[in-house]
């Protein structure tokens, strides 16, 4: 199935997508985030969605203002494509290859999930950022809380998956890990999420024999082509990651986990490190990203002005004088 969340008439609903994109709205539901808390897992979602077949049918997918599929209880963001850490490192860090750590474990940041954009909703330019960049990625949405899982326990908490664009301020991204802790302001101004969350059963013909998903990938700037990967071409598998999430703490409904961005194009980083110049150049406001993925959907966003930022002082070097 698929699960749309949308404002129609100025009330926020939640609905099964239909394959003529016909919503069906699930009575009294208005959060997707709480359906999963409340269903428990996947069995639970689907027999909702079921219920919602029974019932008159909405509006076209058409005639409303998408968004969100959920608002995320938190957002893990990992990196588990070579190709992109290879890219992005000469980009970014100004270092090549791939660091030896990168394959001990899949690495993920915790992103901003107040900050999170619904598809065709216009992204600001975060303060102070004068190169805004992309990232394509596809998001896993757990629907079952765990603890220590292993990979084959995590595959249940799995519930579904939508499109996931990090969007990222390299200029301030490369400026703040010079400190050796983050990446902090230069990903949390905007994530969008969209078009559908769709249920991981949906996706089980596309996994191939190592348990990962051979989608297609697609990202465009304007109409052209910028790049395209295969999400088989990750180093760890969406359960694989969950488990590493919940390893000593707990993954809950409603938590996202990114799969990091794709390789071949996958952001614009990664192909200005490999280029040796900013070919593309950098999203500017009145540019549109179109990220799709196969089986799940297209994600589109145009990219706005945005604030300036609110001065601050520079760190002050104190005296270190003790009482």
């Known amino acids: 199935m698929r699960f749309a969340a949308y404002e129609h008439r100025h009330r926020h609903r ?7 994109g016909t919503l069906m709205p699930l009575p009294g539901v208005t959060s997707l985030t709480a359906l999963l808390q409340e ?9 909702a969605g079921a219920a919602a077949l029974d019932v008159p049918p909405g509006p076209h997918v058409s005639e409303v203002r998408l968004l969100p599929p959920l608002q995320p209880a938190s957002v893990r963001d990992f990196v588990t494509f070579e190709e992109h850490v290879e890219g992005v490192r000469r980009s970014v860090e100004g270092t090549g290859g791939v ?7 899949p690495t993920f940041y915790f992103t901003n999930p107040h900050a999170v954009y619904g598809p065709g909703q216009d992204v600001p330019v975060p303060p102070g950022s004068s190169v805004l960049d992309f990232e394509l990625e596809v998001g896993a949405v757990i629907g079952r809380e765990g603890r220590d899982l292993t990979p084959e326990q995590a595959r ?21 890990m010079k400190v050796g802790l983050g990446p902090c302001k230069g990903k949390d101004t905007a994530t969008t999420l969209g078009p559908y969350l769709v249920t991981a059963d949906e996706l089980e013909p596309h996994r191939d024999g190592d348990g990962f998903l051979r989608l297609a990938l697609t990202a465009e700037i304007n109409g052209q ?18 488990a ?3 390893r000593g703490t707990r993954v809950v409904p409603g938590d996202v986990l990114g799969s990091g961005t794709c390789g071949n194009g996958g952001c614009l980083a990664e192909l200005w490190g490999r280029r040796g110049e ?40 104190r005296s270190r004088e003790r009482p």
Not at 39 to 47: D, K, R, S
Not at 156 to 176: C, K, M, P
Not at 229 to 237: F, G, Q, V
């Open 14 to 20: 939640v609905a099964v997508v239909e394959e003529d």
């Open 39 to 47: 269903t428990g897992g996947l069995p639970g979602l689907l027999a």
């Open 99 to 105: 660091p030896e750590q990168w394959y001990a474990a």
């Open 156 to 176: 249940d908490h799995i519930v579904g998956y939508t499109v996931f664009n990090d969007w990222s301020a390299r200029d301030l991204q490369s400026a703040e």
């Open 225 to 242: 082509v910028v790049g395209t990967d295969l999400l088989s071409n990750m180093s760890w598998t969406f359960e694989e990651m969950t």
């Open 244 to 246: 590493y999430a919940s």
């Open 278 to 317: 900013r070919t593309p150049l950098p999203l500017r406001p009145g540019d549109t990203v179109r990220l799709t993925v196969e089986g799940i959907g297209t994600l589109t966003n145009t990219v706005v002005a945005g604030v300036e930022p609110v001065p601050l002082p520079t760190g002050r070097r």
